[in-house]
């Protein structure tokens, strides 16, 4: 059975620091597109960062750029989202996500796999 479990959400301070984590089981993710995206209340889901674990190669939405980073742990089967220098209008729902192909896509209907969620809540 195919699980990605995000972890690492929690409440914290606008400026403050989080990491979020993804573990992925079932399967080997090394050829997939990775992605994180977020969803406010009220809101669409919309893409934050992804990569492609077989390139390395890291892709990033404007919002976001400079201060959050996706790696993985191919080893721990773990994607992580570095996320800094945290502002209240990143409080939302982080999904993690696994996109059946090797380059990289934003649409979140493109992707496969999808964790249950973890809540980032950065207060101001």
């Known amino acids: 059975q195919v699980q990605l479990v995000e972890s690492g959400g929690g409440l914290v301070q606008a400026g403050d620091s989080l990491r979020l984590s993804c573990t992925t089981s079932?399967?080997?993710?090394?050829?997939?597109?990775m992605g994180w995206f977020r969803q406010a209340p009220g809101k669409e889901r919309e893409f934050v960062a992804a990569?492609?674990?077989?390139?390395?190669?890291?892709y990033y939405a404007d919002s976001v750029a400079g201060r959050f980073t996706i790696s993985a742990e191919i080893a721990k089967n773990t994607v992580y989202l570095q996320m800094n220098t945290l502002k209240p209008e990143d409080t939302a729902v982080y999904y993690c996500?696994?996109?059946?192909?090797?380059?990289?896509?934003?649409?979140?209907?493109?992707?496969?796999?999808w964790g249950q969620g973890t809540q980032v809540t950065v207060s101001s």
């Open positions: 996500a696994a996109a059946s192909v090797v380059a990289f896509v934003r649409n979140p209907g493109e992707y496969d796999y």
């Open positions: 079932g399967r080997s993710f090394t050829r997939y597109c």
């Open positions: 990569m492609s674990w077989e390139s390395g190669n890291t």
